[in-house]
């Protein structure tokens, strides 16, 4: 029996969520519409804040429910790949825009400080990125896999920019239209890095770091000295005196050297970026480094 309560609870309150949003609809809304005295809710949930994480959990299952259904479905209709992609980006469409309270707009909500919300919000985060990446390598198999998370990252953009300007109703393209449209601007940028084979940029270390779970100052230093090794590899191969070029070398080895302290000296640390700030060939690099480090 309480079972079937919460479900009707969590069904009518996603409802009116959607609808209303979340500052417009109280617990005595839920409570009416459900047929309840607004106590035998607060039986089942503490507080709205609850019960919307449930609803935002809830939600997610739900969509990657029947996500699974579709690759089960698209299996018995023997479709390729490709129909098979299009088939899920146009789902993840349509349930992103009539469910974007939960999908889309969470930034806006008045629950960025409650531990329980934003708990969920990092599980549904992580599940997604799985998700998308499961997405990627069910289309384009084994040959992207030095790439994934790059392949991801674009996709990802792309994905949200268009589902932003669907859900300001200024895209009149269907949205089946709108998948095999980004589908096929996902085959490019593939094509182009199956062929052209650059140095990939994004590891699962980095695809999981977000406004939720920021890099901390050790990764940032890290990613600084990373910087460095190809600033010290750059700076050999430049046209200069060999004792020049040697003494810059043995300049950011100093700075790379002070990065790996536990606690470096940044007043040691700016003296020695100076070296290098008069040098034109490298403005770009010390500009990055100095954003890298602040």
């Not at 069910?138 to 996709?155: A, H, Q, S």
């Amino acid at each position: 029996m309480e079972d079937w309560r919460k479900d009707k609870i969590l069904d009518v309150a996603m409802d009116l969520f959607r609808q209303k949003g979340y500052s417009a609809t109280s617990m005595q809304d839920i409570a009416e519409a459900c047929g309840m005295a607004k106590a035998s809710i607060y039986k089942l949930f503490a507080s709205k804040e609850e019960l919307f994480t449930e609803v935002f959990v809830l939600c997610h299952q739900v969509l990657l429910a029947k996500a699974a259904e579709l690759d089960r479905s698209g299996a018995l209709l023997g479709l390729s790949p490709k129909e098979m992609l299009v088939r899920k980006i146009e789902f993840q469409l349509y349930y992103t825009l009539e469910n974007h309270i939960f999908m889309m707009d969470l930034k806006e909500l008045p629950l960025t400080g409650n531990e329980l919300f934003v708990a969920a919000w990092k599980r549904k985060k992580s599940a997604l990125l799985n998700w998308m990446k499961d997405l990627m390598l069910d289309k384009y198999g084994e040959p992207i896999e030095p790439y994934i998370w790059d392949v991801v990252t674009v996709f990802r953009g792309i994905l949200i920019e268009y589902m932003r300007f669907a859900l300001q109703k200024v895209i009149s393209l269907p949205m089946a239209d709108l998948a095999a449209f980004i589908v096929d601007r996902m085959d490019a940028v593939v094509g182009d890095l199956i062929r052209m084979r650059p140095r990939p940029v994004i590891d699962d270390a980095i695809a999981r770091f977000n406004y939720l779970n920021p890099s901390d100052e050790q990764r940032r230093h890290g990613t600084a000295r990373e910087f460095l090794r190809e600033m010290e590899s750059r700076i050999l191969g430049m046209t200069l005196p060999e004792a020049v070029r040697r003494e810059m070398a043995e300049v950011v080895g100093l700075i790379r050297k002070e990065l790996e302290l536990e606690q470096p000296n940044a007043t040691l640390l700016r003296v020695l970026i100076v070296y290098f700030e008069a040098i034109p060939e490298l403005k770009s690099d010390i500009r990055q480094l100095k954003l890298l480090l602040s």
